[in-house]
């Protein structure tokens, strides 16, 4: 089931309706109505399914629907549409589909259209322009609306799916679909829940890395929390959705309103500067009301800058064009008010002059009162224009957000030291034996042992069976001049504070002993069926300007862990200055969870406030996105308080809550680095270390192609290369590892990239793309046929059917090492001068015929 039966499904040349039902019938009259440039047959019911001609596309009622999918297997038909039914259907017809070998959109669902065919085949009765935004909706009634407002305002459509019920066909499909359509330069989604969180991702990623992906979900209805941490209430269904969207680089929108004005801008404009926006207006009090708003939703993110104020066409015409041309602006927004004697249509005119002479960057406008004359030639132009001009702002915002999204996706992050990676092992154990005890909470001196795996600093403490034992602990820090923290230890009290289970900076032996007998009375008053296990002996962190953190994790039922950075104490959840995101992370994507909460600005110098060590802070959020990883037995994780300072981040307080249901457990929804396939390689007397590669090796790829020769890039690349981008290497090293892999070979001693091998899965994961590149200097010792050995190895652990590239027919090297590797060669119908080389990875035993000489 690849993309190319979607791609016939949803841009189909003949389309059959199975006719019977209310719903089939009106949706044949819908097709027979509009201009449908393809052909299409209409039976009068199943039983005329043997007289079915081949068709891209089926339409047919819930109950035909099974018949039909045999018939359309038969027929070598693409994909079948069923309009009605509802989720009593969707196993049933899943099923079928699968068996039958077809895609099927539906049950319940509105339907498709095809506006570049003059298909309309939704249950939505209105004419549908042809353009470049795309819809993919789960909900029927929001995609109704969303069809009528496009049919309303002529707003060109590449196409629009309803997936309904989604017994086959999903979001994710629909993505993939509109990512690889080249018309297509904006996708609309409007969904109501993710049902295959890994999937969603992959293909969300992947769209949006190459054209902008709006996403309208309503929040869902909470329901009653089991939480046990502040981590899980801070964790809640929607907070994990808009970490998913965010990660992905998805621009959330709160309602139809936002979601038109955001397909208005972002479908006609891309911003890629860091907002610095101009406004040009012919009245000052308009141009403040712009800046007022701007301010009042941006705050002080933004840069300001004066508004240019204007009288005629030709004032706006020469600023305009000076402010496209300045370095310091980003956007131009354009206001006018209808005041005599300027005729605001010539205005309008004269911004798209100016604007067509520099369309490198944005224009947006706002021509007050002056209806659709002005937004007809602004339309014509392709500038995003707007009732008014707080509606103007909100765009604006739009532009800046999705290009912070696409910036933060495509950075860069520092490298790390990861040469001594995390003991998973002896963290397992520490959780096999609570597990095997029947407890579901770590002990504080497990948790401390576990942290310390994973290079999360934490303070010393002693667990004290009773208040005497608490009182000998506290010696040995009065001892050393320091004071004491004194917590109770009991299983049934995750949150200590709330029954007073916590005394600080305790001096003396007196004072701890008369805290702990005060705490034990506490508890046997106020949790009467609580146990206490013991006291927690502290020495107290005195760090007077640290700012006082939060960060943890929790199990969300769709996407799995999600990690919590925020604002700390005891009122965390109240505060609400917390901002969640996706494990794994690395320390760009960890910097960028810290920068979107309020607290981040206190960690910076102020006064006489050193600023936080900030690296520190995110070292300590990789380490709990790789534990959120590797250990799916833990629940929920809390570090409340972390005190940060100039002098680094330390936990104060952790607690640890277990799953031991292992249906319950959820692993990462993005899968994380394989670390398990790491190679040593000795080829003669050249050693290499293999890897996986990592978003922090672009610079050591961009090392490594300035020393691969013009010749030898060519060869590569089919075309000559000259420099390389920051976006060009981060395509080569940011990977989605669910759906392509790239291995490194560095040498032995310098760390110097040798060579990289990497293969491109199609979003079904049965055929992949391979391209391998050696250091010029390195060529000849067999570096190149150990890449592609591990290559065609990961390429089968992973199911993948068929590997396959194009190599210029003049690349002989390369093609000797395919054919000596079992690839069958052959001439590509296209193009003379390239040969097609394919694998098969599905046919009996090995089909390399190779040696694993070198990789072991």
């Given at each position: 089931?690849?993309?190319?039966?979607i791609?016939?499904?949803?841009?189909p040349?003949?389309?059959?309706?199975?006719?019977?039902?209310?719903?089939?019938?009106?949706?044949?009259r819908?097709?027979?109505?509009?201009s449908?440039?393809?052909?299409?047959?209409?039976?009068?019911?199943?039983?005329?399914?043997?007289?079915?001609?081949?068709?891209?596309?089926?339409i047919?009622?819930?109950?035909?629907?099974?018949?039909?999918?045999?018939?359309?297997?038969?027929?070598?038909?693409?994909?079948?549409?069923?309009?009605?039914?509802?989720?009593?259907?969707?196993?049933?017809?899943?099923?079928?589909a699968?068996?039958?070998?077809?895609?099927?959109?539906?049950?319940?669902?509105?339907?498709?259209?095809?506006?570049?065919?003059?298909?309309?085949?939704?249950?939505?009765?209105?004419?549908?322009?042809?353009?470049?935004?795309?819809?993919?909706?789960?909900?029927?009634?929001?995609?109704?609306?969303?069809?009528?407002?496009?049919g309303?305002?002529?707003?060109?459509?590449?196409?629009?799916?309803?997936?309904?019920?989604?017994?086959?066909?999903?979001?994710?499909?629909?993505?993939?679909?509109?990512?690889?359509?080249?018309?297509?330069?904006?996708?609309?989604?409007?969904?109501?829940?993710?049902?295959?969180?890994?999937?969603?991702?992959?293909?969300?990623?992947?769209?949006?890395?190459?054209k902008?992906?709006?996403?309208?979900?309503?929040?869902?209805?909470?329901?009653?929390?089991?939480?046990?941490?502040?981590?899980?209430?801070i964790?809640?269904?929607?907070?994990?959705?808009d970490?998913?969207?965010?990660r992905?680089?998805?621009?959330?929108?709160?309602?139809?309103?936002?979601?038109?004005?955001?397909?208005?801008?972002?479908?006609?404009?891309?911003?890629?500067?860091?907002?610095?926006?101009?406004?040009?207006?012919?009245?000052?009090?308009?141009?403040?009301l712009?800046?007022?708003?701007?301010?009042?939703?941006?705050?002080?993110?933004?840069?300001?800058?004066?508004?240019?104020?204007?009288?005629?066409?030709?004032?706006?015409?020469?600023?305009?064009?000076?402010?496209?041309?300045?370095?310091?602006?980003?956007?131009?927004?354009?206001?006018?008010?209808?005041?005599?004697?300027a005729?605001?249509l010539?205005?309008?005119?004269?911004?798209?002059?100016?604007?067509?002479?520099?369309?490198?960057?944005?224009?947006?406008?706002?021509?007050?009162?002056?209806?659709?004359?002005?937004?007809?030639?602004?339309?014509?132009?392709?500038v995003?224009?707007?009732?008014?001009?707080?509606d103007?702002v909100?765009?604006?915002?739009?532009?800046?957000?999705?290009?912070?999204l696409?910036?933060?996706?495509?950075a860069?992050?520092?490298?790390?030291?990861?040469?001594?990676?995390?003991?998973?092992?002896?963290?397992?154990?520490?959780?096999?034996?609570?597990?095997?005890?029947?407890?579901?909470?770590?002990?504080?001196?497990?948790?401390?042992?576990l942290?310390?795996?994973?290079?999360?600093?934490?303070?010393?403490?002693?667990?004290?069976?009773?208040?005497?034992?608490?009182?000998?602990?506290?010696?040995?820090?009065?001892?050393?001049?320091?004071t004491?923290?004194?917590?109770?230890?009991?299983?049934?009290?995750?949150?200590k504070s709330?029954?007073?289970?916590?005394?600080?900076?305790?001096?003396?032996?007196?004072?701890?002993?008369?805290?702990?007998?005060?705490?034990?009375?506490?508890?046997?008053?106020?949790r009467?069926?609580a146990?206490?296990?013991?006291?927690?002996?502290q020495?107290?962190?005195h760090?007077a300007k640290?700012?006082?953190?939060?960060?943890?994790?929790?199990?969300?039922?769709?996407?799995?862990?999600?990690?919590?950075?925020?604002?700390?104490?005891?009122?965390?959840?109240?505060?609400?200055?917390?901002?969640?995101?996706?494990?794994?992370?690395?320390?760009?994507?960890?910097?960028?969870?810290?920068?979107?909460?309020r607290?981040?600005?206190?960690?910076?110098?102020?006064?006489?406030?050193?600023?936080?060590?900030?690296?520190?802070?995110?070292?300590?959020?990789?380490?709990?996105?790789?534990?959120?990883?590797?250990?799916?037995?833990?629940?929920?994780?809390?570090?409340?308080?972390?005190?940060?300072?100039?002098?680094?981040?330390?936990?104060?307080?952790?607690?640890?809550?277990?799953?031991?249901?292992?249906?319950?457990?959820r692993?990462?929804?993005?899968?994380?680095?394989?670390?398990?396939?790491?190679?040593?390689?000795?080829?003669?007397?050249?050693?290499?270390?293999?890897?996986?590669?990592?978003?922090?090796d672009?610079?050591?790829?961009?090392?490594?192609?300035?020393?691969?020769?013009?010749?030898?890039?060519?060869?590569?690349?089919?075309?000559?290369?000259?420099?390389?981008?920051?976006?060009?290497?981060?395509r080569?090293?940011?990977?989605d590892?669910?759906?392509?892999?790239?291995?490194?070979?560095?040498?032995?001693?310098?760390?110097?990239?040798?060579?990289?091998?990497?293969?491109?899965?199609?979003?079904?994961?049965?055929?992949?793309?391979?391209?391998?590149?050696l250091?010029?200097?390195?060529?000849?010792?067999?570096?190149?046929?150990?890449?592609?050995?591990?290559?065609?190895?990961?390429?089968?652990a992973?199911?993948?059917?068929?590997?396959?590239?194009?190599?210029?027919?003049?690349?002989?090297?390369?093609?000797?090492?395919?054919?000596?590797?079992?690839?069958?060669i052959?001439?590509?119908?296209?193009?003379?001068?390239?040969?097609?080389?394919?694998?098969?990875?599905?046919a009996?035993?090995?089909?390399d015929?190779?040696?694993?000489?070198?990789?072991?």
């Open positions: 089931m690849t993309l190319a039966l791609k016939r499904l949803l841009e040349a003949t389309t059959t309706v199975i006719a019977g039902a209310a719903e089939t019938d009106e949706l044949a819908q097709i027979q109505a509009g449908y440039r393809g052909k299409l047959v209409v039976l009068s019911g199943p039983n005329e399914l043997a007289s079915m001609p081949p068709s891209d596309l089926v047919a009622f819930s109950a035909a629907a099974e018949r039909a999918l045999v018939a359309a297997k038969e027929r070598g038909c693409a994909g079948l549409l069923v309009p009605d039914g509802d989720a009593a259907d969707r196993d049933r017809l899943s099923a079928a699968r068996a039958a070998g077809v895609r099927l959109v539906g049950p319940s669902s509105l339907g498709i259209a095809a506006p570049r065919l003059g298909l309309n085949a939704t249950a939505v009765p209105t004419h549908l322009s042809a353009g470049t935004l795309a819809l993919a909706a789960q909900s029927n009634s929001v995609a109704a609306g969303i069809l009528a407002w496009a309303r305002r002529e707003i060109g459509l590449s196409g629009a799916v309803v997936v309904g019920e989604g017994a086959d066909v999903d979001i994710a499909d629909c993505l993939d679909h509109f990512a690889a359509d080249p018309l297509t330069r904006t996708i609309l989604l409007a969904i109501d829940e993710v049902t295959d969180a890994a999937r969603f991702l992959s293909s969300a990623r992947a769209a949006a890395r190459i902008p992906v709006l996403v309208l979900k309503p929040p869902p209805l909470e329901a009653a929390t089991s939480a046990l941490t502040h981590a899980g209430l964790v809640t269904s929607d907070a994990a959705h970490a998913a969207f965010h992905a680089g998805l621009l959330r929108v709160n309602d139809l309103d936002e979601l038109f004005a955001a397909a208005e801008t972002l479908g006609r404009a891309r911003a890629a500067g860091a907002g610095r926006l101009a406004i040009v207006s012919n009245g000052e009090g308009l141009a403040a712009a800046a007022g708003r701007l301010r009042q939703v941006a705050g002080s993110q933004l840069p300001r800058r004066e508004p240019e104020i204007v009288r005629s066409p030709q004032d706006y015409r020469a600023a305009v064009a000076h402010l496209l041309e300045e370095e310091t602006v980003d956007v131009v927004l354009a206001l006018n008010a209808p005041v005599a004697p005729d605001p010539e205005c309008a005119r004269a911004i798209v002059d100016a604007r067509g002479a520099a369309p490198s960057k944005p224009v947006l406008a706002a021509w007050i009162g002056a209806g659709d004359s002005a937004a007809a030639i602004f339309a014509a132009a392709g995003p224009s707007f009732a008014t001009e707080q103007a909100v765009g604006f915002l739009h532009l800046t957000r999705h290009a912070r696409i910036k933060e996706l495509m860069t992050p520092p490298s790390i030291d990861d040469d001594d990676p995390p003991d998973v092992a002896a963290a397992e154990s520490i959780i096999a034996r609570a597990l095997g005890e029947g407890r579901s909470w770590l002990e504080p001196d497990e948790v401390t042992r942290l310390a795996l994973f290079r999360i600093p934490t303070l010393d403490l002693v667990i004290a069976p009773d208040a005497e034992a608490a009182v000998a602990a506290a010696k040995v820090q009065f001892a050393a001049g320091r004491v923290a004194l917590k109770i230890v009991s299983p049934e009290v995750p949150h709330d029954v007073g289970g916590v005394e600080l900076d305790l001096a003396n032996e007196g004072a701890v002993r008369a805290a702990a007998e005060q705490m034990a009375e506490r508890l046997r008053r106020q009467p069926q146990r206490l296990t013991g006291f927690m002996v020495p107290m962190a760090r640290a700012r006082e953190l939060i960060a943890g994790f929790a199990t969300d039922a769709c996407f799995g862990p999600v990690i919590v950075f925020g604002r700390g104490g005891t009122a965390a959840e109240l505060i609400a200055d917390t901002h969640v995101a996706l494990p794994p992370l690395d320390l760009a994507s960890a910097e960028g969870l810290v920068s979107r909460t607290v981040s600005r206190i960690l910076a110098a102020y006064r006489d406030v050193p600023a936080a060590d900030r690296r520190a802070i995110a070292t300590v959020l990789v380490a709990l996105g790789k534990m959120a990883s590797e250990l799916p037995q833990i629940r929920e994780l809390d570090l409340n308080p972390i005190l940060a300072d100039a002098s680094g981040a330390v936990a104060v307080d952790a607690r640890i809550a277990l799953e031991p249901d292992p249906a319950r457990r692993r990462p929804a993005i899968r994380p680095y394989p670390s398990a396939w790491t190679r040593r390689l000795e080829l003669g007397e050249h050693r290499f270390f293999v890897r996986p590669i990592k978003p922090e672009e610079l050591l790829i961009g090392a490594m192609l300035n020393r691969v020769t013009p010749e030898d890039l060519r060869l590569r690349f089919f075309a000559p290369l000259k420099s390389f981008s920051h976006t060009f290497l981060a080569l090293t940011q990977l590892y669910a759906r392509e892999m790239a291995f490194i070979a560095t040498e032995d001693g310098s760390g110097d990239a040798a060579g990289a091998v990497r293969l491109h899965a199609d979003p079904g994961h049965v055929e992949a793309e391979y391209a391998i590149l250091r010029s200097d390195l060529k000849g010792m067999g570096l190149g046929r150990a890449l592609m050995i591990l290559m065609i190895d990961w390429a089968r992973e199911g993948i059917r068929c590997v396959h590239s194009q190599v210029l027919a003049e690349n002989g090297p390369m093609l000797a090492l395919c054919q000596s590797l079992g690839f069958a052959a001439l590509d119908p296209d193009d003379v001068s390239v040969k097609r080389v394919t694998l098969r990875l599905d009996p035993g090995r089909s015929g190779s040696k694993t000489d070198g990789h072991d």
